[in-house]
């Protein structure tokens, strides 16, 4: 079925994605909130180690054919991120939420861990999403992963 996204569908794509992380986090005790600042998406406590997270939440629908493309973070999101994280005394994480073919992927990764898995290059870091690497992310105790899959049963035809 090809797919044809609305005007809008970036927009409502990170929005999803934000309360996804969201909702993930508290379903799994961590207490979190939604803000809306600069470079910042969620601030949680992990209750596993008491400490407090800010998480800025990337996210991408991938089209057909599209799948196993990279995602790009400016450069800039790095020094955002740990601005708002000093101003709310918190350790910068980053999410990647990635809707392609039937499933969608979450990862959940120090900015730290990112910076040395995936170093920014002149003006982007490149989060790689080829087989080769998804394998490598799964095994990364660093890093945490959540993962649905999709499909559409029954719908409007074209």
């Known amino acids: ?34 803000v809306d600042h600069v470079g910042l998406d969620i601030i949680a406590r992990n209750p596993h180690t008491q400490e407090v997270m800010g998480i800025s939440v990337k996210s991408r629908s991938r089209n057909a054919g599209t799948d196993g493309s990279s995602l790009s973070i400016p450069n800039d999101n790095l020094i ?27 990862f ?25 690497n998804i394998a490598l992310y799964e095994v990364d105790p660093e890093i945490k992963l959540f993962k649905f899959s999709t499909g559409t049963s029954n719908w409007w035809n074209d």
């Open 1 to 34: 079925m090809k797919i044809i996204k609305s005007s809008r569908h970036s927009k409502i794509t990170g929005d999803f994605a934000e309360r996804l992380i969201l909702y993930w986090l508290s379903k799994h005790g961590f207490e979190c909130a939604l």
């Open 80 to 106: 955002k991120l740990d601005a708002a994280c000093k101003a709310f005394n918190c350790t910068p994480y980053f999410a990647v939420v990635i809707d392609e073919a039937d499933s969608i992927t979450a």
């Open 108 to 132: 959940i990764l120090s900015k730290l861990h990112l910076t040395n898995i995936s170093p920014p290059g002149k003006e982007v870091i490149s989060w790689k999403m080829n087989k080769t």
